[in-house]
């Protein structure tokens, strides 16, 4: 059973910063790409940051410049640091990733955490 489980959210002023974790585990035989979505009430899911085994990444346009991920492969994890956070960045931020199951190594499916709620307030 292949899971992602994030950590590193909470309530932070405009202007600080946060850094977001998230970890795969489970029978994994290979990642592709990993990547931040994220969700504020009433609106669509959507893509935050992605970056792919070989380091290629693609930001949304409202957090370039701002927002930076990172991956370690050998740990099967991805970071999200965000900077100059706006009231804007509010929201739940889900880990999404491209996971090849060690039961299944020729199927690429896709995988979702739990979300952690990013909150920007004074």
């Known amino acids: 059973q292949v899971q992602l489980v994030e950590s590193g959210g909470g309530l932070v002023q405009p202007g600080g910063s946060l850094r977001l974790s998230c970890a795969a585990s489970?029978?994994?035989?290979?990642?592709?790409?990993m990547g931040w979505y994220r969700q504020a009430p009433g609106k669509q899911r959507d893509m935050v940051a992605q970056?792919?085994?070989?380091?290629?990444?693609n930001y949304a346009d409202s957090v370039k410049g701002r927002f930076t991920i990172s991956r370690d492969n050998a740990k099967n994890t991805v970071t999200l640091e965000m900077n100059s956070l706006k009231p804007e960045d509010a929201a739940v931020y889900y880990c999404?990733?491209?996971?090849?199951?060690?039961?299944?190594?020729?199927?690429?499916?896709?995988?979702w955490g739990q979300g952690t709620q990013v909150t920007v307030s004074s």
């Open positions: 489970g029978s994994i035989s290979s990642i592709y790409r």
């Open positions: 970056i792919t085994n070989g380091g290629s990444t």
């Open positions: 999404n990733a491209d996971i090849r199951p060690s039961t299944t190594p020729t199927i690429l499916l896709n995988y």
